[in-house]
């Protein structure tokens, strides 16, 4: 893809409840004899009851303490104030119920910790398949080493103003027809193991490649010795006709070496199960066609049917956790890349606002494998 209601006001209460009105003319309706006798009656009644509540109030109680589940519904539990410290239930939190059922929601508020160190920042999982798709940003390389990606790339044959990170390989790209100059085919080889052929050929504003161009300049591509991606179109992979089918049957026929199959792939169904059987769909049906290796090069949640409409956070982690979980069951499957690491209001998938702030999408890469 990358190129270069308000709840009602409370009801008023009334003023004067059901006995507000004192009731009268008790003693006119007595006989005088019965009055004479009730007179004194009343008097002594109304001694004792006087008494009486001076016994009460003197009686020393102190104060009654609120029931222990009282004052847990009453604290707001605790969060954690590291919100970039990677766990592993986080994207599930609210869709699991054995994270619900292990956390108690409610519970006193902790004991001050002044003086205490900090408990460390978990370490992000890795491994061999994990990537993403770089550009810059402020903290890019802190970002980028706090991901836990084992490989990335940068849409370009070198990846200036990042640092790579120890463990982290660097892939370089081809990206148009403009980019195969000697310069660029000599950096390829210098940066990198591997190289990634044209982005998204079949795409206006992208690499915008017609299939011939593309197999008339492929040998310059296959002449860097490096293991060699197929272009990464942007839709369409799997269907017979289209750009990626017409590239290969005429790389097929031309001799040219293709050592595997880059994809784009944007997802636009947001419910979890739904999204992540259609990315193995697709995938399956690549492989299926091409019999070779596949590297998933850009994924996300993204809905382009009618503009461009985004997932919560929450299902796009929980898209996140889902996916990768599949994609480390197909060996055919070596290598994914998120898109992207950076996150702003416009890249609303990205994983890192700054060098050390994860968004909840990101907290999920950094637990994924």
Excluded: C
Excluded at 11 to 37: D, F, M, Q
Excluded at 94 to 122: N, W
Excluded at 252 to 268: E, M, N, P, T
Excluded at 341 to 346: E, F, H, I, S, V
């Amino acid at each position: 893809m990358r190129a270069t209601g308000q709840g009602e006001a409370d009801t008023p209460r009334g003023t004067r409840g059901v006995h507000a009105e004192p009731r009268r003319g008790l003693s006119r309706r007595l006989p005088i004899g019965v009055r004479r006798l009730w007179w004194p009656l009343a008097v002594a009644a109304v001694v004792a009851v006087l008494v009486t509540g001076v016994f009460v109030v003197v009686q020393p109680t102190g104060p009654t303490p609120a029931p222990a589940a009282t004052q847990a519904l009453d604290t707001p539990p605790t969060t954690s104030p590291e919100p970039s410290a990677p766990t592993a239930t986080t994207p599930a939190a609210t869709t699991s119920p054995a994270a619900v059922t292990a956390t108690p929601t409610t519970r006193p508020a902790a004991t001050p910790t002044t003086g205490r160190p900090a408990a460390p920042a978990a370490t992000a999982v890795t491994s061999t398949r994990k990537g993403v798709g770089v550009w810059t940003f402020d903290g890019v390389s802190q970002a980028l080493a706090s991901s836990g990606a084992s490989w990335y790339y940068t849409w370009d044959v070198a990846h200036p103003g990042v640092t790579s990170p120890k463990n982290a390989e660097f892939v370089p790209m081809i990206w148009g027809a403009k980019s195969v100059t000697a310069s660029n085919l000599q950096k390829a080889r210098q940066n990198g193991r591997y190289l990634l052929g044209f982005n998204e050929p079949d795409l206006k504003g992208q690499a915008e490649m017609t299939v011939e161009q593309a197999l008339e300049l492929w040998p310059q591509l296959e002449a860097t010795g490096l293991p060699l991606g197929s272009p990464a179109v942007a839709w369409g992979g799997d269907r017979p006709g289209e750009w990626l089918d017409r590239f290969m049957a005429g790389a097929k026929q031309r001799g040219h070496r293709v050592d595997f199959i880059a994809l784009h792939w944007y997802g636009g169904d947001f419910t979890t199960a739904n999204a992540v059987n259609q990315l193995r769909s697709y995938l399956q049906a690549v492989h299926d066609r091409y019999q070779l290796p596949v590297w998933l090069t850009e994924f996300a949640l993204i809905d382009f049917s009618n503009g461009v409409r985004f997932p919560t956070q929450a299902q796009q982690a929980a898209f996140l956790t889902a996916a990768t979980r599949m994609l480390g069951g197909l060996s055919w499957l070596h290598r994914y890349a998120w898109f992207g690491l950076p996150a702003t209001d416009r890249d609303q998938t990205g994983l890192f606002r700054t060098g050390s702030e994860a968004t909840a999408v990101g907290r999920a890469y950094q637990a994924a494998r």
